[in-house]
């Protein structure tokens, strides 16, 4: 007689597999500080802080890169969310780039060990990590392309050079507000945004003076 599987033991089994997954990323995550990037971790170690034995480490994951493509994937998702719920707020009347920096360094402050990662294996020894992070970072660079063409007349490539060099001068502020003090992370927060509208504006201008050409060469023809 031909067995069959019970959907509900299949069901559980699926459940406690997730589970597992996810103890084992939230493994990796907790092991990482200021002085042991992920190039530094062990599977044996994390597979212990995961409570389970090394040798069920591949039943979830076929190495340990395959564990950190997931982790930056997962911390790409978890700040762009981030970003989206602070675009909401601005819609209910808050500063934009004000809104946006203080969003962005309380994604620090609560979730240093997510952007170690980002930033650490950003310029890592690894191509695929290079590669997702790069990739992640793009998303996060289209999703405020696009928020800025909904909020101004300016053409698309103005505001994909502007998101770029943002995204650009907020991570690497970012860095340095990991390791800072809160009268200091209060002023490199307040320095950001003044370089964020000096940007703002700096397009804006811009832009407008090459109108302005244009519109001169308009009238002389």
């Known amino acids: 007689m031909k067995s069959t599987k019970c959907p509900q033991s299949s069901g559980v089994r699926a459940i406690q597999k997730e589970r597992t997954r996810r103890s084992l990323i939230d493994a990796a995550f907790n092991q990482l500080n200021a002085e042991q990037g992920f190039a530094s971790l062990s599977l044996r170690e994390v597979a212990r802080e995961a409570g389970i034995?090394?040798?069920?480490?591949?039943?979830?994951?076929?190495?340990?890169d395959e564990l950190g493509l997931a982790?930056?994937?997962?911390?790409?998702?978890?700040?762009?969310?981030?970003?989206?719920?602070?675009?909401?707020?601005?819609?209910?009347?808050?500063?934009?780039?004000?809104?946006?920096?203080?969003?962005?360094?309380?994604?620090?402050?609560?979730?240093?060990?997510?952007?170690?990662?980002?930033?650490?294996?950003?310029?890592?020894?690894?191509?695929?990590?290079?590669s997702a992070i790069a990739r992640e970072i793009q998303h996060f660079i289209l999703e405020l392309t696009d928020y800025l063409d909904n909020a101004n007349s300016m053409p698309r490539r103005y505001n994909v050079a502007q998101a770029e060099a943002m995204v650009t001068i907020v991570f690497n502020s970012g860095a340095d507000a990991i390791d800072f003090e809160p009268e200091q992370k209060q002023k490199l927060i307040d320095n950001l945004i003044f370089q964020l509208r000096m940007l703002s504006r700096g397009a804006f201008y811009l832009y407008h003076r090459e109108l302005l050409k244009k519109q001169n060469i308009d009238d002389i023809t």
């Not at 034995?53 to 340990?64: I, L």
């Not at 500063?95 to 980002?118: A, G, M, P, R, Y």
């Open 53 to 64: 034995a090394p040798t069920s480490f591949y039943r979830h994951f076929r190495d340990m």
């Open 71 to 130: 982790m930056v994937d997962e911390s790409g998702l978890t700040l762009r969310q981030l970003m989206r719920q602070a675009r909401k707020r601005i819609e209910k009347g808050g500063s934009v780039i004000q809104t946006s920096v203080t969003t962005f360094i309380e994604f620090i402050d609560n979730n240093s060990k997510v952007f170690f990662l980002l930033l650490r294996e950003r310029a890592g020894t690894s191509a695929a990590f290079r």
